[in-house]
């Protein structure tokens, strides 16, 4: 599986910002996709995470401000980030996993400045 991350850049605290993910190749149809990050000196962390059925799971530091959503094809997945705070910045990656195997897509920069 090949991930396909898009949508970072600099935005002012209080923005918003849509991450893109496109995910191509073989995927089992009951699976997972989400988000991570990681900011500098620190250590990745999940920030949300979408199954096929559609459960969603979010850190407690986005809850209410970020949004993590999927295509009906669910080869896509997608976090809209508002009231974006300067500690968010961080590189975002996105990561499909399943019961056999686990990808992870190139990170995208998110720099929020206050």
């Known amino acids: 599986v090949q991930l396909q991350a898009s949508g970072g850049g600099l935005v002012q605290a209080g923005g918003s910002l849509r991450l893109s993910c496109a995910a191509s190749?073989?995927?089992?149809?009951?699976?997972?996709m989400g988000w991570y990050r990681q900011a500098p000196g620190k250590q990745r962390e999940m920030v949300a995470s979408m199954s096929s059925g559609g459960s969603t799971l979010y850190a407690d530091s986005v809850k209410g401000r970020f949004t993590i959503s999927r295509d009906n094809a669910k080869t896509a997945v997608y976090l809209r980030m508002n009231s974006l705070k300067p500690e968010d910045t961080a590189v975002y990656y996105c990561?499909?996993?399943?019961?056999?195997?686990?990808?992870w897509g190139q990170g995208t920069l998110v720099t929020v400045s206050s």
């Open positions: 990561k499909y996993y399943d019961r056999v195997n686990d990808y």
């Open positions: 190749g073989s995927m089992l149809s009951i699976n997972i």
